[in-house]
């Protein structure tokens, strides 16, 4: 089992910037990706980004590219996405999802962003 625990979520004017945090524990996470998510009414729950635990590889979605940063200290057993220039479209419920390539099975219980224009 993993657990995974975000905070960081908050209220931030449009060009504003956040830091998401997910605390990550539980099993031996040597293979495994931790990715973000983000979930409004519509499209639902979509992909950000994501990072591999073991190599640091990473992965944005095009929304995400340019302006959003994730990252990870091992030593902290925390994932980051740092969030830049935001606007009021990424304004969302924020997940990190735990979970092998082509799998997420493990998730936490999300933080709120809202970004006001």
């Known amino acids: 089992q993993v657990q995974l625990a975000e905070s960081g979520g908050g209220l931030v004017q449009t060009g504003g910037s956040l830091r998401l945090s997910c605390i990550v524990s539980?099993?031996?996470?040597?293979?495994?990706?931790i990715g973000w998510f983000r979930q409004t009414e519509e499209p639902g729950r979509v992909f950000v980004a994501r990072?591999?635990?073991?190599?640091?590889?990473?992965f944005y979605a095009n929304s995400a590219e340019g302006r959003f940063t994730v990252s990870k200290d091992a030593t902290k057993n925390t994932v980051y996405l740092q969030m830049n220039d935001l606007r009021p479209e990424d304004t969302a419920v924020y997940y990190c999802?735990?979970?092998?390539?082509?799998?997420?099975?493990?998730w936490g219980q999300g933080t709120q962003v809202t970004v006001s224009s």
């Open positions: 539980g099993r031996t996470l040597s293979n495994y990706l």
């Open positions: 990072i591999g635990w073991s190599d640091g590889s990473t």
């Open positions: 999802a735990a979970g092998e390539p082509g799998a997420y099975n493990f």
